[in-house]
């Protein structure tokens, strides 16, 4: 059983930035991928970015490579999301997953 709490979303202007934080609780391999996800209102659920537990092997949606990084923060049970320059498309419920597990989300809104 693992437990996902995602922290830090906000209220920002657009081109502003966030620090977004998925900590996990539970049995964790290094082998575990942690995504983070993301679903505007009215839309599905969608993919944004991705790492393995042991910090290796980032992914990247294409509407936020070179805006957003992902990382495994060293010796704790933390993944972060930094999301720069947002824009008000960037709005949405941001959920973090690995397995079959979410967490429940964390409120991103991007003012224009």
């Known amino acids: 059983q693992v437990r996902l709490v995602e922290s830090g979303g906000g209220l920002v202007q657009a081109g502003g930035s966030l620090r977004l934080s998925c900590t996990a609780s539970g049995r964790m391999f290094s082998s575990n991928v942690v995504g983070w996800f993301r679903q505007a209102p009215g839309k599905e659920r969608e993919f944004v970015a991705s790492?393995?537990?042991?910090?290796?092997?980032?992914i990247y949606a294409d509407s936020v490579t070179g805006r957003f990084t992902i990382s495994k923060a060293n010796g704790k049970n933390t993944v972060y999301l930094e999301v720069n320059r947002l824009t008000p498309e960037d709005t949405a419920v941001y959920y973090c997953n690995t397995a079959t597990f979410w967490g429940q989300g964390t409120q991103v809104t991007v003012s224009s």
């Open positions: 790492i393995t537990w042991s910090g290796g092997e980032a």
